[in-house]
């Protein structure tokens, strides 16, 4: 299953930057995660500092 960012998102970015394929872009007050690009690696998890990332 993908990603999902959750309400906890601060909006920081730091998802966005450690994504290697590109899944995730900014929505309104909180990033999103595409779930056809997501490849479930987890990488956005491990960098989020607040643990907005997680699987659906």
């Known amino acids: 299953m993908a990603y999902v960012i959750s309400d906890e998102c601060i909006a ?3 998802c966005e930057a450690a994504c290697p394929v590109g899944a995730i872009s ?3 007050g ?3 995660i595409d ?4 490849i479930e690696c ?3 998890a491990a960098t989020c500092p607040v643990g907005a990332p997680a699987q659906e």
Request: glycine share 18%; proline share 6%; with cysteine.
């Open 35 to 38: 779930p056809e690009v997501c």
């Open 12 to 14: 920081c970015g730091a």
């Open 42 to 44: 987890g990488a956005c």
């Open 30 to 32: 909180k990033y999103q």
């Open 26 to 28: 900014e929505g309104e």
